[in-house]
């Protein structure tokens, strides 16, 4: 199932088009009707809130927790093979190319430890050999703490120093873009991590410069930055043309819910066109992480991610 389109350029209608396509798809209600659930009678935003809520019920397994500290339900073997076929059927488990020889900038999202190395790596082979970027590699994420799990998985791949998020992707990045120290540096640090931001920009020679960025969250008192935070700070950091083709790269299972977010905060805005690819396992990361499980509880908890994102983004579609 094709995704919400990130084409430059794409009104409102076909965007909510894209949406009740994905979300009214045959792999969506074979799911909801597998797990005991009616499809939602009603418009599109009626259906998109029964699906939230009934995700909400039956594929939340963080309940509030990080994604690695969700629980893993027990499943039969035909539920597992259900799972799985959907998950591929909506876009979770095959990564796909770039669709466009050039972008304006490349996006690369933050995530846990081992993700922040291989997407760094994934995008510095992009710019390398696949998409020509005429601005600025942007690599997102955040002041998150890493996890004892986390500081362990670098730390056996011979990655040292990094106490958050922000600073796995900066390593990542000297690893990839076979750089050393940043030309630039700046930020503000603040009473609580939630506030405080950073920016270090690195010019590797023959690609463009690349930018780390470490967010604060719209919401400091009540949370962590979330990627439509590190998206929107961003964007204010860059100066974002209509009709600018910008390539997203995160992880394939993720691929749904960020490109939708992606949509709300970027395209829809400023008018840039959005390409979300997640990184293909094949390549090899400069050191070696090890690849994540995943597994059924996970898909179907990145499928609630998506209807949530797609839910938001309609809302954000009707408001305009």
Do not use: K
């Not at 389109?5 to 965007?15: E, H, W």
């Not at 500290?69 to 095959?94: K, N, W």
């Not at 291989?118 to 600025?136: I, N």
């Not at 400023?270 to 390549?283: K, M, N, R, S």
Request: with cysteine; glycine share 10%; hydrophobic share 45%.
């Amino acid at each position: 199932m094709a995704l919400p389109t990130g084409a430059a350029g794409t009104t409102r209608v076909a965007l909510a088009a894209g949406i009740d396509a994905w979300v009214g798809s045959p792999p969506m209600r074979a799911l909801v009707g597998h797990f005991g659930g009616d499809w939602p009678a009603g418009d599109l935003s009626t259906v998109l809130a029964g699906l939230d809520d009934f995700s909400a019920r039956h594929w939340d397994f963080r309940a509030g927790r990080e994604r690695p500290d969700a629980r893993e339900p027990a499943f039969d073997p035909a539920t597992v093979g259900l799972v799985h076929d959907a998950a591929a059927a909506l876009g979770l488990v095959r990564p796909l190319p770039p669709t466009l020889p050039r972008y304006a900038h490349l996006l690369v999202l933050g995530g846990l430890a081992h993700a922040c190395v291989r997407r760094t790596a994934y995008a510095a082979h992009l710019a390398r050999t696949v998409a020509g970027v005429t601005g600025e590699v942007a690599v997102l994420g955040s002041f998150r703490p890493l996890s004892p799990v986390e500081s362990r998985l670098l730390a056996d791949a011979g990655v040292h120093g990094c106490a958050t998020e922000v600073d796995a992707l900066d390593a990542g990045v000297r690893l990839a873009f076979g750089v050393a120290a940043p030309s630039e540096e700046i930020g503000e640090t603040a009473d609580h991590p939630h506030r405080a931001w950073s920016a270090r920009t690195y010019r590797p020679a023959g690609l463009p410069p690349v930018r780390v960025l470490a967010a604060p969250s719209g919401e400091p008192d009540r949370r962590r930055a979330h990627t439509a935070d590190t998206q929107r700070f961003w964007a204010e950091h860059v100066r974002l043309r209509d009709g600018d083709p910008v390539l997203m790269v995160t992880a394939p299972i993720y691929v749904p819910f960020q490109h939708c977010d992606a949509l709300r905060t970027l395209a829809v805005p400023f008018g840039c066109g959005i390409d979300t690819v997640g990184v293909d396992p094949a390549l090899a990361a400069p050191v070696p992480v090890p690849e994540p499980t995943l597994t059924p509880g996970r898909y179907l908890q990145e499928i609630r991610s998506a209807v949530r994102s797609m839910r938001a983004l309609h809302a954000t579609l009707l408001a305009g």
